[in-house]
C-alpha cells in the first residue's frame, strides 16, 4: 500500500510504502506441494520516478522485508533488500514498451529453532520485457522477467500481469 506520494515537479515523483503479506495457509512436511511458507512479512519501500507521458519514463524501488518466524516448524527465514526497477518509452500517448526487473538478496542467515543455517542465503535479478496499455480510468501491463541469478533458489522465469487504477474518483467538472 502507498501511503506517501509527494510529486516534486511535473516529471519527478518519490514515495514511501508499506506492505503485510499474511500466511493464508501452514506448511506441512507430509504435503508433496506447499503453495505457502507458513510465516508472514512486513515490507517498507521507498521509490522514486521520472514520467515524461511523451517519451521516457525511469522508476526504482528499494525495500527492506522482515520475516516471521514460522510458528509450526519454528523456521525464520532471512530478512531480504529488494531493488526494482523499469525503463519505459511511450510510443503512443496510450501504449508504452521497455523492461523491468528486479534483484532481491537475502541479508540475514536462516534460523532452525536457535540453529543458524550459513552459506544458504538467497540471491536473485531478474529482468525482461515488458508492455502497457493504457484504457483511461486503468492502465494494463504484461511483463515477462527471465532469472538471470538465482544462488540458493531453482532460476525461474515469471509472467507479470498488472491493472493500475485510482482509488479515488475524481472531482465533477463544472
Not at 515537479?9 to 507430509?30: E, F, K, Q, R
Not at 515490507?43 to 520475516?67: E, I, Q, R, S
Amino acid at each position: 500500500v502507498q501511503t506517501a506520494n509527494y510529486i516534486v515537479d511535473n516529471y519527478h515523483n518519490i514515495g514511501v510504502s508499506l506492505g503485510y503479506a499474511a500466511h493464508t495457509s501452514s506448511y506441512s512436511a507430509s504435503r508433496g506441494v506447499n503453495l505457502q511458507n507458513g510465516y508472514s512479512t512486513v515490507d517498507a519501500a521507498v521509490h522514486y520516478d521520472y514520467f515524461d507521458p511523451t517519451g521516457w519514463d525511469f522508476g526504482v524501488l528499494v525495500g527492506y522485508h522482515y520475516n516471521n518466524r514460522n510458528a509450526a516448524t519454528d523456521y525464520l527465514s532471512g530478512d531480504l533488500f529488494s531493488t526494482d526497477f523499469k525503463v519505459t518509452y511511450a510510443v503512443t500517448d496510450k501504449l508504452k514498451i521497455g523492461g523491468f526487473g528486479g534483484f532481491l538478496v537475502q541479508i540475514e542467515d536462516d534460523e532452525a529453532g536457535s540453529t543458524k543455517v550459513s552459506g544458504k542465503r538467497y540471491k536473485g535479478f531478474n529482468f525482461g520485457p515488458s508492455v502497457s496499455y493504457n484504457f483511461g480510468p486503468a492502465e494494463v501491463s504484461l511483463s515477462y522477467q527471465f532469472s538471470i541469478i538465482a544462488e540458493n533458489s531453482p532460476k525461474t522465469n515469471a509472467v507479470w500481469l498488472a491493472v493500475s487504477m485510482p482509488l479515488y474518483v475524481p472531482k465533477p467538472k463544472s
